[in-house]
């Protein structure tokens, strides 16, 4: 499939509470991340993972799942920059790998 | 990057009607799941997949996709506790593997 | 976890604006997929993976992901029919590794 360009990159699917959703772009945006994809509106219920703890959603919690792809380097910083956010607030992050179409012409 | 604790673990994607979000997130609690993310008022048409038969979805119908990260051995028994029910009824559910960060402190 | 019938697949992410939901539809009912699941009311700003130039979404912009579950052999004819669509407007396609229930009887 290489007229198809498929770049493997790492796909992030940040889970946090709606109303931090400014200070999670900004992080991202001053990470380098050229765009994100939000899915508005979720409901969820304890904690993702081995890890309960402090990482609690409650029923009535706004979540949102933002959506990024980015290149393998960008991971570290972006999770060592939200580290410390979830120390103290609840929210997950997956990290998944996947590939994404360089959308280049495909006319010839 | 050792510091950032990335775990493998499974994610599994539950699509089905969201009448049904009660029985599932049940199942889900009695297998061990500690959490789960659900996004609401999903459309869909159809089946996914290889296998269409009584696997369908109606325009109209509101579909929701329950999100779950699991360590690899609940899977097969929450595959299995849901057997009976993708029997009758629609809904499919994609596994798949991702890294979750373990949220542990950051500060050194 | 033979038992499970649990069958390697691809998943594809489209996000696009939805007023092109019909066409990305049509697309794949043509290619031969046998359903798919909108989140709709997406937001998002930028654009996705490496790329910038043309590929933008704005905050005002209503986009949908299209999610759909397809055996390998049509991930080349879907994203070489999005193609001419993704020259000349806003979107992206995420591909990955999945495994599908293949829902047959679990009952012995």
Chains 1, 2, 3 share one sequence.
């Not at 931090?20 to 219920?45: E, M, P, Q, W």
């Not at 990482?55 to 580290?83: C, T």
């Amino acid at each position: 499939m290489k007229d198809l360009n498929l770049t493997p990159i790492k796909k992030l699917e940040i889970i946090l509470d709606g109303e931090h959703r400014a200070f999670a772009t900004d992080l991202l945006d001053r990470a380098g991340v050229k765009g994100y994809t939000i899915i508005n509106n979720l409901s969820g219920k304890g904690s993702h993972g081995f890890h309960s703890g402090h990482l609690m959603f409650n029923e009535d919690d706004v979540l949102i799942m933002i959506v990024v792809a980015v290149p393998e380097e960008l991971v570290e910083p972006i999770l060592e920059g939200f580290g410390p956010f979830f120390n103290s607030h609840s929210g997950v992050v997956f990290v998944s790998d996947i590939q994404v179409t360089r959308m280049v012409k495909f006319r010839h």
